[in-house]
Structures are given as structure tokens and as C-alpha cells.
């Protein structure tokens, strides 16, 4: 069974950085699917982040292009998320995502973990 466990989140200033991870139980990386991170914001709806395939093939939230960065260890079957240049509005609950598919501006996932709060303070 898949089991996603993201780390990572915490407090931050403005303009400052953070990475998180996320430790994928039971998932094997494909060429065809991606994984990848969604966040939700209090009275926000859930918004794709990033994703990457197999094949490295990468996908950004146009809010977080630039700024974020995705990327994964397939040795240890980990999936990193770079982030600098925060900002207040990227304050949200983080979650590593299965078989994550983005059609236009809409995203779509699998499987998630217990998600891992970032807080950034202006």
C-alpha cells in the first residue's frame, strides 16, 4: 500500500527558504505518472504545487514558478520540495501526492500523506 510521509514545514520569514520531503512507501516512479505536492490554505481550495515524472519532467503551479523547486531521490525513494522567495501567501498545509495529473488549471491526485504546515510571516 502506498504511505506518503511529508517533513519539513515549518516557520519562516519572507524571502526566506524551506525544503520539504516526502518519504514514499510502496511507490515505485514511472516514466508515464507524475508525483508530486499540493497545498490548501485555510478557506482556500487545494492547489497544485509541482510535479515530476519519471523522466524528470517537471510541472509548476504558475504561483510557484521560479520560486519552487521540485525534485527526487530514487535511491531513497524520496521526493524533495525547494522552496525560497516565500511569501505570506504560500502559507499552507503541503501534501506529497501520487499520480498527479494537471489539465489546464486543473489538478488532479492519487494518493496523499498527513500533509506538513508551512507557515510564512510577513
Known amino acids: 500500500q502506498v504511505q506518503l510521509v511529508e517533513s519539513g514545514g515549518g516557520s519562516v520569514q519572507a524571502g526566506g527558504s524551506l525544503t520539504l520531503s516526502c518519504e514514499a512507501h510502496g511507490y515505485t516512479y514511472s516514466r508515464r505518472h507524475y508525483i508530486g505536492w499540493f497545498r490548501q490554505a485555510p478557506g482556500k481550495q487545494r492547489e497544485g504545487v509541482a510535479a515530476i515524472d519519471g523522466d524528470d519532467n517537471t510541472i509548476y503551479a504558475d504561483s510557484v514558478k521560479g520560486r519552487f523547486t521540485i525534485s527526487k531521490d530514487n535511491a531513497k525513494n524520496t521526493l524533495y520540495l525547494r522552496m525560497a522567495s516565500l511569501k505570506a501567501e504560500d502559507t499552507a498545509m503541503y501534501y506529497c501526492?501520487?499520480?498527479?495529473?494537471?489539465?489546464?488549471?486543473?489538478?488532479?491526485?492519487?494518493?496523499w500523506g498527513q500533509g506538513t504546515q508551512v507557515t510564512v510571516s510577513s
Open positions: 501526492a501520487t499520480d498527479v495529473d494537471k489539465y489546464g488549471a486543473s489538478w488532479f491526485f492519487g494518493y
